[in-house]
């Protein structure tokens, strides 16, 4: 990893609470392929941490044991590029969780950045927050699953980030590449 | 799709000539997600096209049947964004071919831009391929599966664009990734 900038950035997916398509408020399931995806993102932009949040103990086993085959079962030695990515993911049972284990380390509490597909009028640009990462840290970013975090984590954020916009109106990007441009956005030079 | 800014950007996957990791020239399979997420991607950053590109028939029709049952089978219904993400979305038999048409379609050969995960001497930036584009198009950005695209198509490219460079060492973004965050560098403003 580089040092030539010193940024603590950690990341959340949280699955629970979130929507699903009709508007309740679910626990998705894990998707592997997020967990493999997005170590790589993290570890590609030096992220220190990449949290898995589920209230669910199967699941959680289950992000553990992929964990365990790719740092140090067979899969180490058949790739090890994923192995790298995979030092910095972790498991945690929910975001309060995530935040107070944040907490502990730094001591002090992490910004927390919530990440949504709508425009707020209190959301932050990139460019602000860009300049806010460089300035201290810890930031906790956080995304959902499913169709996105549930409101109460939106007011309980620090900040609410803009959206992702392309060109034109569609906006479902999967959370995979959001948080890919994201990062893109907020630390690359 | 928004129309102000007016850009022909067209996106191929190549499955075949690609490496292996030990180097080997291969034909790696479809990856159904991919499909998925690059569409999703490619309609949010208005590129014109995505093809798949794969000599193998039993895999085009894969991709042929994944794309008519969520344009128009059960699939439709339950997600309409997907659907919409796939009407750019279309199956192609090799690099040639995808040439081949999309000069049919334009009555010029396309500038094709192939994308590597490492830097030659003869790599543009994002910054004056962003200007190339706005200056006319269209545009045939080529991604490869796999350990990544044969030397072949890097050498008979009318470019070969910079590596997307996180911080640190570490470059083993998946195609996923790569593909949403280079249309962000060249396309969002």
């Known amino acids: 990893m580089s040092d030539k900038i010193k ?22 399931s894990v998707t592997t392929l997020d967990i493999h995806d997005i170590s790589r993102i993290a570890r590609t932009y030096a992220v ?8 669910l103990k199967t699941q959680r086993q289950l992000v553990g044991r ?5 740092m140090t079962g067979y899969g180490a030695e058949y790739n090890p590029t994923r192995k ?3 030092l910095v993911t972790r498991v ?29 009028p209190t959301s932050v640009g990139f460019q602000d927050l860009r300049e806010e990462i460089r300035s201290g840290g810890p930031i906790l ?5 499913g169709w996105g975090l549930e409101k109460s984590i939106l007011k309980e954020a620090d900040y609410v980030l803009d959206p992702v916009e392309g060109v034109g109106e569609y906006n479902h990007l999967p959370v995979r590449a959001a948080i890919a441009i994201i990062l893109d956005r907020l630390i690359a030079r």
């Open 7 to 28: 940024i603590e950035i950690h990341i959340a997916l949280i699955h629970y609470p979130v929507y699903n398509k009709v508007g309740e408020v679910i626990t998705s």
């Open 48 to 55: 220190s941490s990449f949290c898995v949040v589920t209230p």
């Open 66 to 70: 992929l964990i365990e085959h790719w």
């Open 84 to 86: 790298e990515a995979l």
């Open 92 to 120: 945690m049972n929910s975001l309060t969780e995530t935040v107070l284990d944040l907490t502990e380390k730094y001591g002090k509490r992490p910004t927390i950045v919530a990440t949504c597909a709508k425009k707020f």
């Open 141 to 145: 970013l956080v995304f959902g699953t």
